[in-house]
T-cell receptor
Framework: DTGVSQDPRHKITKRGQNVTFRCDPI?????LYWYRQTLGQGPEFLTY????????KSRLLSDRFSAERPKGSFSTLEIQRTEQGDSAMYLC???????????????FGPGTRLTVT | QQQVKQSPQSLIVQKGGISIINCAYE??????FPWYQQFPGKGPALLIA?????SEKKEGRFTISFNKSAKQFSLHIMDSQPGDSATYFC?????????????FGPGTRLSVLP
């Protein structure tokens, strides 16, 4: 078990460019979450997947954001036409959700720090 | 009502002392309360968690105290060490929220002086 991994760890981009981040969850975990964390704040929920299905999206997730988990394993988060306000740490977490066995511990990856110049 | 409040914002403790961080919530549907530790440049790491059917849970030097009627819970770090210097986040989730996404507090930056 290598834990949750994220790539890249750092990304610097110019305003208006598109960026894509990848998350590889713990292998047997069926749930995958994306959070955003700005400096000095706690993580804020963006969206989550149960296997390949995206089941919930936060109001924070504007139309410029899209997430996928095509085979129920890794996930990608794409931000189109980046803005300076998108600068943040993007965190991925995963959990193993079994019927009637909640609540489920979430394990976080190291995050991708995005800087939009 | 989704908010989780956390205090203090920062805390300085001498080595060997007790660090206490407090959180409060409003949503009575919350029924799972984890604490996470985060070092600079790293993702949050799960420390300890509690459900409201118990008032206290202890794991090593870390203890969660839970007061359901007051809708408050706290983290106690006994015999604090310089290696405990990090930012601590409380969080809450509701089992009846299918996704069980966490609502995090704003964090407490702990510094333990040698």
């Amino acid at each position: 078990d290598t834990g949750v991994s994220q790539d890249p760890r750092h990304k610097i981009t110019k305003r208006g460019q598109n960026v894509t981040f990848r998350c590889d969850p713990i292998s047997e975990h069926n749930r995958l979450y994306w959070y955003r964390q700005t400096l000095g704040q706690g993580p804020e929920f963006l969206t989550y997947f149960q296997n390949e299905a995206q089941l919930e999206k936060s109001r924070l997730l504007s139309d410029r954001f899209s997430a996928e988990r095509p085979k129920g394993s890794f996930s990608t988060l794409e931000i189109q036409r980046t803005e300076q306000g998108d600068s943040a740490m993007y965190l991925c977490a995963s959990s193993l959700a079994l019927p009637l066995k909640g609540p489920y511990e979430q394990y976080f990856g190291p995050g991708t720090r995005l800087t939009v110049t | 009502q989704q908010q989780v409040k956390q205090s203090p914002q920062s805390l300085i403790v001498q080595k060997g002392g007790i660090s206490i961080i407090n959180c409060a919530y409003e949503n009575t549907a919350f029924d799972y309360f984890p604490w996470y530790q985060q070092f600079p440049g790293k993702g949050p790491a799960l420390l300890i968690a509690i459900r409201p059917d118990v008032s206290e849970k202890k794991e090593g030097r870390f203890t969660i105290s839970f007061n359901k009627s007051a809708k408050q819970f706290s983290l106690h770090i006994m015999d604090s060490q310089p290696g405990d210097s990090a930012t601590y986040f409380c969080a809450a989730s509701a089992t009846d929220n299918y996704g069980q996404n966490f609502v995090f507090g704003p964090g407490t930056r702990l510094s333990v002086l040698p």
